[in-house]
């Protein structure tokens, strides 16, 4: 079993940056593929950004790719979103989440989740 803690959310202003950190705990956490997920209230819980085991090749949804950046250390069991010139319509529930081998698009496909941590972008 794999234990996810997100943390580094929180309440910005429009154009800010934050830096989402996950720590996992109790897997060989090289194994895993990493995806960074949110969810705003009434919407779908969805992919914005995934990194592979080996970290090469990122996945970045349209809407995030070019002011995010998903990245990993495996000595350190953790994977990190920067988020740069954030929007109203970033706000969200932000959740970390891990499977074994490939990284997938689809959140049903990954089998360990973290609690989440919120963040809130205000104009």
């Known amino acids: 079993q794999v234990q996810l803690v997100e943390s580094g959310g929180g309440s910005v202003q429009a154009g800010d940056s934050l830096r989402l950190s996950c720590a996992a705990s109790?897997?060989?956490?090289?194994?895993?593929?990493m995806g960074w997920f949110r969810q705003a209230p009434g919407k779908v819980r969805q992919l914005i950004a995934g990194?592979?085991?080996?970290?090469?090749?990122?996945y970045y949804a349209d809407h995030v790719e070019g002011r995010f950046a998903i990245s990993r250390d495996n000595a350190k069991n953790a994977v990190y979103l920067q988020m740069n010139s954030l929007k109203p319509e970033d706000t969200a529930l932000y959740y970390c989440?891990?499977?074994?081998?490939?990284?997938?698009?689809?959140?049903?496909?990954?089998?360990?989740w973290g609690q989440g941590t919120q963040v809130t972008v205000s104009s």
């Open positions: 109790g897997g060989t956490f090289s194994k895993y593929a």
């Open positions: 989440a891990a499977r074994e081998g490939y990284l997938s698009v689809s959140s049903g496909a990954y089998d360990f």
């Open positions: 990194i592979s085991w080996t970290g090469g090749n990122p």
